[in-house]
């Protein structure tokens, strides 16, 4: 599982990043908001630990940013800022958890297990669209202009995932948590026979989306260049 750490202390962003990967997440670390939001708009995460007194772009704004663009991975605040008042607004903003600065390593690992270990919530059932495809959430069926298919749960739980991350490298590990969950035992073969038959089925419908190989990360579902 990958863990997007924005934090402008270079230090803790470093122990953290330590830490976690023992704990063997991997993870990607920036210091400010903006490059937070580039890395939350180019690849898929798991979960964001978000400090709220970042530079260029503090963490609400990030955060607030992040939910308008439909971008719903789990986001802990790692802050200074304890007030009540605070805490609110940040779980009000549409942060999954708040923690307040310092901390133990053992209580913000425990927070991260128990949000990972919550099924993955969508926003809305509205049929998702991307490039020349439309998907029907609720009955699983993928368009195409006149050319239509119906998925089974397992393919139309991985379509989804992807439609909700456009354009987003999406690792295997995230993938294999997402689709089967976090605490699955399953072969990593398996995600590679879905990939398969769910580039069959864009082709089926005659779909120009490309489901990408991203050699040793994962996998992405991206519109073809014109």
Known sequence: MRILIIEDDKSLAETL??????????????HDGVDGLHFIEQQAHDLILLDRMIPVLD??????????????????????????????????????????????????????H???????????DKPL????????????????????????????????????NPGMTLPRASLLSR?????????????DNYIYLLRRRLKGVRSTLLLKTVRGIGYRLEVPYV
């Open 17 to 30: 990043r330590f830490q976690l990967e023992r704990e063997h997440f991997e993870t990607d670390i920036c």
């Open 179 to 191: 689709v089967w969950g976090p605490d699955a035992s399953v072969e990593d073969g398996n995600l």
């Open 59 to 112: 963490g609400i704004s990030v955060l607030k940013i992040t939910r308008e663009k439909d971008i719903y991975t789990p986001i802990i605040f790692i802050t200074a800022m304890g007030a009540l008042q605070d805490k609110v607004t940040g779980l009000e903003c549409g942060a999954d958890d708040y923690l307040v600065k310092p901390f133990d390593f053992e209580e913000l690992l425990a927070r991260i």
């Open 129 to 164: 669209k991307l490039g020349d495809i439309s998907f029907d959430v609720k009955q699983k069926v993928l368009y195409c202009d006149k050319n239509s298919c119906s998925l089974s749960a397992r393919e139309g739980n991985l379509l989804e995932t992807f439609l909700r």
């Open 114 to 124: 128990s949000i990972l270990r919550r099924p993955v919530k969508w926003e809305g």
